[in-house]
Protein backbone atom coordinates (compact mmCIF):
# COMPACT_ATOMS: atom_id res chain seq x y z
CA UNK A 1 0.00 0.00 0.00
CA UNK A 2 1.20 3.71 -0.65
CA UNK A 3 2.50 5.01 2.13
CA UNK A 4 2.84 8.84 3.46
CA UNK A 5 2.83 10.03 -0.28
CA UNK A 6 5.25 12.77 -0.26
CA UNK A 7 3.73 16.56 -1.05
CA UNK A 8 4.46 18.05 -4.13
CA UNK A 9 5.06 21.16 -6.06
CA UNK A 10 5.65 22.37 -9.21
CA UNK A 11 9.07 24.40 -9.92
CA UNK A 12 10.53 24.92 -12.97
CA UNK A 13 14.09 26.51 -12.56
CA UNK A 14 14.91 30.20 -14.52
CA UNK A 15 17.03 28.02 -16.45
CA UNK A 16 14.42 25.93 -17.67
CA UNK A 17 12.50 28.13 -18.41
CA UNK A 18 15.50 30.39 -20.38
CA UNK A 19 16.20 27.17 -22.29
CA UNK A 20 12.80 26.91 -23.67
CA UNK A 21 13.02 30.05 -24.32
CA UNK A 22 15.80 29.40 -26.01
CA UNK A 23 15.07 27.17 -28.19
CA UNK A 24 11.99 28.56 -29.27
CA UNK A 25 13.77 31.73 -30.67
CA UNK A 26 16.55 29.74 -32.43
CA UNK A 27 13.75 27.04 -33.87
CA UNK A 28 14.71 26.70 -37.62
CA UNK A 29 11.01 26.58 -39.53
CA UNK A 30 10.16 23.92 -42.48
CA UNK A 31 9.20 25.67 -45.90
CA UNK A 32 5.61 26.56 -46.08
CA UNK A 33 3.13 24.18 -46.95
CA UNK A 34 1.84 24.23 -50.45
CA UNK A 35 -2.12 24.48 -49.70
CA UNK A 36 -4.18 27.18 -47.54
CA UNK A 37 -5.90 24.87 -45.27
CA UNK A 38 -4.66 21.90 -42.81
CA UNK A 39 -4.79 18.79 -45.23
CA UNK A 40 -0.93 18.84 -45.07
CA UNK A 41 -0.78 19.44 -41.30
CA UNK A 42 -0.20 21.85 -38.91
CA UNK A 43 -0.11 25.46 -41.28
CA UNK A 44 3.74 27.22 -40.64
CA UNK A 45 2.32 30.67 -40.19
CA UNK A 46 0.14 29.22 -37.36
CA UNK A 47 2.73 27.78 -35.46
CA UNK A 48 5.13 30.72 -35.55
CA UNK A 49 1.87 32.61 -33.91
CA UNK A 50 1.87 29.52 -30.90
CA UNK A 51 5.68 30.10 -30.62
CA UNK A 52 5.44 33.32 -30.43
CA UNK A 53 2.72 33.64 -27.46
CA UNK A 54 5.28 30.85 -25.63
CA UNK A 55 8.26 33.23 -25.89
CA UNK A 56 6.58 36.44 -25.06
CA UNK A 57 2.94 36.48 -23.78
CA UNK A 58 2.93 33.01 -21.87
CA UNK A 59 3.30 33.43 -17.99
CA UNK A 60 4.74 30.43 -16.43
CA UNK A 61 5.31 31.38 -13.26
CA UNK A 62 1.40 32.51 -13.16
CA UNK A 63 0.57 29.46 -14.38
CA UNK A 64 2.63 27.16 -12.10
CA UNK A 65 1.63 29.10 -8.80
CA UNK A 66 -2.09 28.75 -9.95
CA UNK A 67 -1.43 24.85 -10.30
CA UNK A 68 0.24 24.90 -6.91
CA UNK A 69 -3.00 25.82 -5.47
CA UNK A 70 -4.37 22.12 -5.64
CA UNK A 71 -2.60 19.44 -3.08
CA UNK A 72 -0.42 17.51 -4.99
CA UNK A 73 1.58 14.28 -4.40
CA UNK A 74 3.95 12.14 -5.30
CA UNK A 75 3.83 8.23 -3.92
CA UNK A 76 4.12 4.32 -5.63
CA UNK A 77 1.64 2.31 -6.65
CA UNK A 78 2.48 -1.18 -7.05
CA UNK A 79 5.65 -0.05 -7.42
CA UNK A 80 4.87 2.57 -9.75
CA UNK A 81 5.65 6.55 -9.25
CA UNK A 82 2.80 8.66 -9.39
CA UNK A 83 2.07 12.30 -9.10
CA UNK A 84 -1.54 12.84 -8.42
CA UNK A 85 -3.80 15.63 -6.94
CA UNK A 86 -5.48 14.67 -3.97
CA UNK A 87 -7.93 17.10 -2.11
CA UNK A 88 -10.82 15.90 -0.21
CA UNK A 89 -13.92 17.93 0.02
CA UNK A 90 -15.43 19.70 3.18
CA UNK A 91 -18.80 18.31 2.94
CA UNK A 92 -19.31 15.30 4.81
CA UNK A 93 -21.36 13.48 1.93
CA UNK A 94 -18.85 13.54 -0.61
CA UNK A 95 -18.13 10.65 -2.51
CA UNK A 96 -14.38 10.03 -3.89
CA UNK A 97 -13.91 10.44 -7.83
CA UNK A 98 -10.90 9.58 -9.75
CA UNK A 99 -10.13 12.17 -12.58
CA UNK A 100 -7.83 10.64 -15.61
CA UNK A 101 -6.79 13.31 -17.90
CA UNK A 102 -6.35 12.85 -21.77
CA UNK A 103 -3.80 12.88 -24.30
CA UNK A 104 -1.90 14.97 -24.24
CA UNK A 105 -2.86 16.69 -21.52
CA UNK A 106 -2.52 17.43 -17.84
CA UNK A 107 -4.09 17.58 -14.30
CA UNK A 108 -4.49 21.23 -15.78
CA UNK A 109 -7.37 19.56 -17.55
CA UNK A 110 -9.53 19.75 -14.35
CA UNK A 111 -7.69 23.03 -12.34
CA UNK A 112 -10.66 24.71 -12.62
CA UNK A 113 -13.58 22.02 -12.23
CA UNK A 114 -12.05 20.48 -8.77
CA UNK A 115 -12.63 23.48 -6.92
CA UNK A 116 -16.34 23.22 -7.63
CA UNK A 117 -16.01 19.34 -7.37
CA UNK A 118 -14.83 19.62 -3.74
CA UNK A 119 -17.78 22.42 -2.80
CA UNK A 120 -20.58 22.52 -5.20
CA UNK A 121 -22.76 24.94 -2.45
CA UNK A 122 -19.80 27.67 -3.19
CA UNK A 123 -20.80 27.40 -6.43
CA UNK A 124 -24.28 27.44 -6.42
CA UNK A 125 -24.63 23.97 -6.66
CA UNK A 126 -26.14 21.04 -4.72
CA UNK A 127 -24.07 19.85 -1.82
CA UNK A 128 -24.94 16.30 -2.76
CA UNK A 129 -22.99 16.89 -5.83
CA UNK A 130 -19.51 17.11 -3.71
CA UNK A 131 -16.92 14.92 -4.14
CA UNK A 132 -13.45 14.32 -2.84
CA UNK A 133 -11.22 14.15 -6.04
CA UNK A 134 -7.95 12.41 -7.07
CA UNK A 135 -6.47 13.35 -10.40
CA UNK A 136 -3.65 11.42 -11.56
CA UNK A 137 -0.50 12.16 -13.80
CA UNK A 138 -1.22 9.41 -16.54
CA UNK A 139 2.45 6.96 -16.85
CA UNK A 140 5.30 9.21 -18.74
CA UNK A 141 3.07 12.24 -17.90
CA UNK A 142 3.96 15.49 -16.17
CA UNK A 143 5.43 14.56 -13.43
CA UNK A 144 4.63 11.01 -12.82
CA UNK A 145 7.22 8.28 -13.77
CA UNK A 146 8.21 7.41 -16.95
CA UNK A 147 7.60 3.76 -18.19
CA UNK A 148 10.66 1.60 -18.04
CA UNK A 149 9.15 -0.78 -20.17
CA UNK A 150 6.56 -1.81 -22.58
CA UNK A 151 2.80 -2.75 -21.40
CA UNK A 152 1.55 0.36 -20.61
CA UNK A 153 -1.27 0.69 -21.91
CA UNK A 154 -5.41 1.10 -20.94
CA UNK A 155 -5.52 -1.91 -19.06
CA UNK A 156 -2.61 -1.68 -16.85
CA UNK A 157 -2.91 2.12 -16.31
CA UNK A 158 -6.69 0.87 -14.97
CA UNK A 159 -5.66 -1.63 -12.40
CA UNK A 160 -2.15 1.32 -11.56
CA UNK A 161 -5.08 3.69 -11.07
CA UNK A 162 -7.58 1.32 -9.09
CA UNK A 163 -4.81 0.35 -6.83
CA UNK A 164 -4.07 4.15 -6.17
CA UNK A 165 -7.74 4.90 -4.97
CA UNK A 166 -7.68 1.61 -2.86
CA UNK A 167 -4.22 3.08 -1.33
CA UNK A 168 -5.33 6.09 -0.52
CA UNK A 169 -8.27 4.43 1.36
CA UNK A 170 -11.31 4.94 -0.99
CA UNK A 171 -12.82 1.32 -1.32
CA UNK A 172 -15.76 2.80 -3.13
CA UNK A 173 -15.07 5.41 -5.47
CA UNK A 174 -16.33 6.72 -9.06
CA UNK A 175 -14.32 7.18 -12.40
CA UNK A 176 -14.26 9.83 -14.88
CA UNK A 177 -12.21 10.55 -18.11
CA UNK A 178 -11.76 12.34 -21.46
CA UNK A 179 -9.84 11.36 -24.77
CA UNK A 180 -7.54 8.85 -23.02
CA UNK A 181 -8.61 8.83 -20.05
CA UNK A 182 -11.93 7.75 -21.21
CA UNK A 183 -10.28 4.35 -22.66
CA UNK A 184 -8.80 3.91 -19.03
CA UNK A 185 -11.99 4.92 -17.29
CA UNK A 186 -13.82 2.52 -19.53
CA UNK A 187 -11.24 -0.49 -18.78
CA UNK A 188 -11.90 0.32 -15.22
CA UNK A 189 -15.68 0.07 -15.17
CA UNK A 190 -14.94 -3.52 -17.73
CA UNK A 191 -12.39 -4.93 -15.36
CA UNK A 192 -14.99 -4.20 -12.22
CA UNK A 193 -12.55 -5.27 -9.99
CA UNK A 194 -14.69 -4.14 -6.67
CA UNK A 195 -14.36 -0.68 -5.77
CA UNK A 196 -15.19 1.19 -8.95
CA UNK A 197 -18.84 2.05 -8.23
CA UNK A 198 -19.42 3.67 -11.53
CA UNK A 199 -18.11 5.84 -14.26
CA UNK A 200 -18.71 8.99 -16.97
CA UNK A 201 -16.60 9.18 -20.14
CA UNK A 202 -16.92 12.43 -22.09
CA UNK A 203 -15.73 10.27 -25.15
CA UNK A 204 -17.33 7.66 -25.61
CA UNK A 205 -16.76 4.97 -28.71
CA UNK A 206 -18.90 2.70 -30.50
CA UNK A 207 -18.22 0.75 -33.49
CA UNK A 208 -20.42 -0.65 -36.34
CA UNK A 209 -22.04 -3.76 -34.96
CA UNK A 210 -21.93 -7.09 -37.93
CA UNK A 211 -25.60 -5.98 -38.59
CA UNK A 212 -25.10 -2.37 -39.12
CA UNK A 213 -22.43 -2.53 -41.31
CA UNK A 214 -23.94 -5.76 -43.29
CA UNK A 215 -27.75 -3.62 -43.31
CA UNK A 216 -26.53 0.09 -42.79
CA UNK A 217 -29.18 3.02 -42.29
CA UNK A 218 -28.54 6.73 -43.39
CA UNK A 219 -27.11 7.82 -39.81
CA UNK A 220 -25.26 4.52 -40.15
CA UNK A 221 -23.51 5.35 -43.37
CA UNK A 222 -22.69 8.30 -42.31
CA UNK A 223 -20.68 7.08 -39.10
CA UNK A 224 -18.83 4.59 -41.13
CA UNK A 225 -17.87 6.97 -43.66
CA UNK A 226 -16.74 9.48 -40.59
CA UNK A 227 -14.62 6.19 -39.41
CA UNK A 228 -13.02 5.43 -42.20
CA UNK A 229 -12.07 9.53 -43.16
CA UNK A 230 -10.25 9.49 -39.48
CA UNK A 231 -8.40 6.07 -40.49
CA UNK A 232 -7.57 7.52 -43.57
CA UNK A 233 -6.43 10.74 -43.00
CA UNK A 234 -6.58 11.85 -39.11
CA UNK A 235 -4.54 8.94 -37.38
CA UNK A 236 -1.10 9.29 -38.74
CA UNK A 237 0.02 10.57 -35.14
CA UNK A 238 -1.77 7.53 -33.12
CA UNK A 239 -0.04 5.14 -36.08
CA UNK A 240 3.53 6.70 -36.16
CA UNK A 241 3.09 6.39 -31.68
CA UNK A 242 2.14 2.93 -31.29
CA UNK A 243 4.02 1.40 -33.67
CA UNK A 244 7.66 3.69 -33.93
CA UNK A 245 7.56 6.25 -30.86
CA UNK A 246 11.51 6.30 -30.66
CA UNK A 247 11.59 7.44 -34.03
CA UNK A 248 9.28 10.31 -33.19
Known amino acids: PMTNPAPFQIHASDS ?30 YMQEISAYWVRDYDWRTREAK ?86 GVQKI ?19 GGDWGSMITTMIGAQNLGACQAIHVNMPIGRPTAEETANPTAADKAGIAALKAYNDWDMGYSKQQSTRPQSV
Open 158 to 176: ATLFDRLMRDLGYDRYFAQ
Open 16 to 45: QLEYLKARLENARWPEQETVSDWSQGTPLA
Open 67 to 152: LNTLDQFRGEADGFGLHFVHMRSPLPQAKPLLLSHGWPGSILEFAKAIPMLLDPPAYGGDAADAFHVVAPSLPGFGFSDKPRETGY
